[in-house]
Nanobody, 127 residues
Framework: QMRPVESGGGLVQPGGSLRLSCAAS????????ISWFRQAPGKEREGVSC????????HYADSVKGRFSISRDNAKNTVYLQMNSLKPEDTAVYYC????????????????????WGQGTQVTVSS
């Protein structure tokens, strides 16, 4: 079964860093556009960052621009989300999603595009 698997969440103090990983189970991530979403309690799921098929295009939500960085390691079949300067408002469950049709451009992060979703990993930013 094709499913992304997230890891790397945890509790961190404001200003700290975490690196989330999205590993593939049953498919090779390099052929798919991958995005990270997050959902805080009582809020809608929102797109955080996107990396295109091949990795040549990335996109970030305004709320994380300059603090988060998305990358892929095809040899490890993994996509990463490096999160720096974390804020309490970054607290959420973070999900990795894969779009199965090749897509070489990221301009928006629309959840309706994505076919496969992971179970999520909790990120809590608190002192």
């Amino acid at each position: 079964q094709m499913r992304p698997v997230e890891s790397g969440g945890g509790l961190v103090q404001p200003g700290g860093s975490l690196r989330l990983s999205c590993a593939a189970s049953g498919f090779e991530l390099e052929y798919y556009k991958i995005s990270w979403f997050r959902q805080a309690p009582g809020k809608e799921r929102e797109g955080v960052s996107c990396i295109s098929t091949g990795g040549g295009s990335t996109h970030y939500a305004d709320s994380v621009k300059g603090r988060f960085s998305i990358s892929r390691d095809n040899a490890k079949n993994t996509v990463y989300l490096q999160m720096n300067s974390l804020k309490p408002e970054d607290t959420a469950v973070y999900y990795c999603a894969a779009k199965t049709l090749p897509d070489y451009y990221c301009s928006t992060i629309d959840r309706s595009e994505y076919d496969y979703w992971g179970q999520g990993t909790q990120v809590t930013v608190s002192s």
